[in-house]
C-alpha cells in the first residue's frame, strides 16, 4: 500500500521472489516471499476496505445532513463533517492503488507523485483534526474562528504532505513506490519527520496531557475518545517506518531474514491503518449511538412518568434546571414537576402551546415566547434567584429577556419529582391531556444559578459542576410506559 505497485527491484531476474536491498550496489540478493504475498492480498483488502469506507463515510455524511444540530461537542458537526471528508479522500484513492498493485502502475511519476500527495494530505489533515479536537472546544461551534482554522488547517496539511511526494515515485516503469529516493535524502527524511510527528508525537502528547489535566478527560467521558481511533490503527505502522529507517541507514543489522519478518509486519501495520477509512465512520457512528440515552414516552396521551430522587438538604434559595425534549406534541404538556406538600407547582417547567413556555416558581409563572419546532431536539435551562427574583430562560444555547418571578420566595426541600406528568397535588392528581409524549435526556438540576458560561455548557454537554440532579448519576423509578433507549436521532437522523 505505501508501495502501490510492488515490483522486482532486478526486472531480469527469473526467480520473482529475488529482492535487492538498497542500501548500496553490493548488497547480495535475499529471497523474499512478501512480495508475491502482497500481489495476491492487497488489491481485494483494499477493494473491501473502499466498499466499507464509502458506505460508512455517506451513512455519517447522511446522519449530519439530517440531523447538524444532534452532533454536539466532542463529536460535533464541524469536527465530524472534516473528518468524514478525510476518509473520504482518502478511500478514493484506493481503487487506483488496488489496480496499480495488480497490474503495475501505467499512469505516469506525476499522477504517481499526486496520490503521493493526497494519501498524505487526507491523513495529515485527520490528525490534526483528530488532535485539535482532543483539546479544546474550538470545534463546538462553527462560527469564524473554527472557520478560519479549518482554513489554516487543511492548507497546513496539505503543504506538510509535500515531502512525501517529492519522497515517492515510479520504479522501473510500473511501480509507484513511497520511496523512490535515497533513505538518506533531504525529501525522506523530511517526510518521515513529518509523519513520526503527527502520527505518533502528537497523539502521545495528547494522551499524557489529558491524563494529566482531569478537565481534559471530559471529552473522553463524553465519547469523545472514539476519534481516537485514527492514531490507534496508524500508530504501529509509524513504528515500522521508524525501525524501517533504522535498517536502512545500517544503524540496526540487517539481514535477509531480518527484512523478510519486517516486510510483513511493515505491510500488515499499513493494511491495519488503511482500514481506518472504513473503520472510523462506523466507530463515530457508534459512539454517537451508545453514548446518549433516554426516557422515551411511548403513549399519547399517557398516565406514565419517571420519578426522580434528589437529596435535598435545604430549602432552596436559588436553582437552574436544565433538560433536553424532543416531540411532536401541539397540546400542553408538562417537562418537569417538582411540587411540595403545600405547593403543586413548586418548581414546573411547562410548555402550553408550541411557541410558549411556562416557567413556575411558588406556584407563579413567567412566560417566554419561543420559535416554534416540532422536528428538533430542544435544550431548555431555566433558573431562578430568591434574592434578586430573577428567572432566566435559555432555549439550546441562548438566552431570553430575564424577567421578575417570586422575589423572596423559598422552594420547600421536601418535594415529589417528576418528569412527563403535571402535579396537582403532591405525587399525583394528574391530567392525562397535559402529559409527555416523546424524549426526554440530560436532566440536571442545581442549587445554584449557573452563569452564562455554564449555561451553555449544558448546552453543549460540556464539564458541568456538580448537581443535585445528574443526568449521569441519576437515581429514578419508572412508572408506567415508559422505555430507556440510545438516542436514535442523534445518529440516523431517523
Not at 2 to 17: E, P
Not at 351 to 374: D, L, N, Q, T
Amino acid at each position: 500500500m505505501g508501495n502501490f505497485s510492488y515490483g522486482d527491484s532486478d526486472s531480469d531476474s527469473d526467480d520473482g521472489n529475488v529482492t535487492f536491498l538498497d542500501y548500496d550496489a553490493d548488497t547480495a540478493p535475499c529471497h523474499n516471499h512478501f512480495c508475491p504475498l502482497f500481489r495476491s492480498v492487497a488489491p481485494p483488502f483494499l477493494a473491501a476496505t473502499c466498499a466499507m469506507a464509502t458506505l460508512g463515510t455517506a451513512a455519517l455524511l447522511v446522519a449530519l445532513a439530517k440531523r447538524p444540530q444532534a452532533w454536539q461537542w466532542p463529536q460535533s458537526r464541524a469536527l465530524v463533517a472534516q473528518l468524514a471528508l478525510g476518509t473520504g479522500l482518502f478511500a478514493s484513492l484506493l481503487p487506483a492503488l488496488a489496480a496499480g498493485i495488480a497490474w503495475g502502475w501505467h499512469l505516469g511519476e506525476g499522477l504517481c507523485c499526486l496520490t503521493h500527495l493526497l494519501w498524505h494530505w487526507s491523513l495529515f489533515a485527520q490528525a490534526l483534526l483528530v488532535g485539535s479536537g482532543s483539546w479544546g472546544t474550538i470545534w463546538a461551534r462553527w462560527d469564524p474562528r473554527s472557520r478560519r482554522l479549518t482554513v489554516a488547517l487543511w492548507a497546513g496539511a496539505l503543504l506538510l504532505a509535500v515531502p512525501a511526494a517529492l519522497a515517492g515515485g515510479t520504479v522501473a516503469g510500473t511501480s509507484c513506490v513511497r520511496r523512490s529516493v535515497g533513505i538518506l535524502s533531504p525529501a525522506y527524511l523530511l517526510h518521515l519527520t513529518l509523519f513520526l510527528g503527527l502520527l505518533l508525537l502528537l497523539p502521545a502528547g495528547l494522551l499524557v496531557a489529558t491524563l494529566a489535566v482531569p478537565p481534559r478527560r471530559e471529552s473522553w467521558q463524553k465519547g469523545g475518545g472514539a476519534n481516537w481511533v485514527f492514531f490507534g490503527l496508524w500508530a504501529p505502522y509509524g513504528v515500522g517506518l521508524a525501525v524501517e529507517f533504522l535498517l536502512h541507514a545500517r544503524l540496526l543489522e540487517p539481514t535477509c531474514g531480518t527484512f523478510e519478518r519486517f516486510d510483513h509486519a511493515l505491510g500488515l501495520s499499513e493494511g491495519l491503518g488503511v482500514l481506518h477509512s472504513g473503520l472510523a465512520p462506523l466507530v463515530l457512528l457508534l459512539a454517537r449511538l451508545c453514548h446518549r440515552r433516554v426516557f422515551v414516552f411511548r403513549k399519547d396521551p399517557s398516565d406514565a412518568f419517571v420519578v426522580l430522587r434528589a437529596k435535598l438538604e435545604q430549602p432552596l434559595q436559588n436553582f437552574t434546571l436544565c433538560l433536553r425534549a424532543y416531540t411532536h406534541l401541539s397540546r400542553p404538556y408538562s417537562l418537569f414537576s417538582y411540587a411540595t406538600k403545600t405547593q403543586d407547582n413548586e418548581i414546573l417547567l411547562f410548555k402550553p402551546r408550541p411557541e410558549e413556555f411556562r416557567f413556575y416558581v411558588g406556584g407563579k409563572h413567567v412566560a417566554f415566547r419561543v420559535p416554534e419546532s416540532h422536528w428538533d431536539w430542544q435544550h431548555v435551562c431555566a433558573s431562578w434567584e430568591s434574592a434578586t427574583g430573577i428567572a432566566e430562560f435559555w432555549l439550546n444555547g441562548k438566552p431570553w429577556p430575564r424577567k421578575g418571578l417570586q422575589k423572596g420566595y423559598t422552594v420547600g426541600a421536601t418535594a415529589a419529582i417528576l418528569l412527563g406528568q403535571e402535579q396537582d397535588s403532591f405525587g399525583g392528581g394528574f391530567d392525562f391531556y397535559n402529559s409527555f409524549s416523546g424524549e426526554l435526556s440530560d436532566v440536571y438540576l442545581w442549587d445554584v444559578a449557573l452563569s452564562p458560561e455554564k449555561m451553555r455548557a449544558a448546552h453543549l454537554s460540556l464539564r458541568l459542576p456538580p448537581a443535585l440532579l445528574a443526568w449521569k448519576s441519576l437515581s429514578y423509578e419508572v412508572k408506567g410506559d415508559v422505555v430507556v433507549k440510545p438516542r436514535l436521532r442523534e445518529v440516523l437522523g431517523a
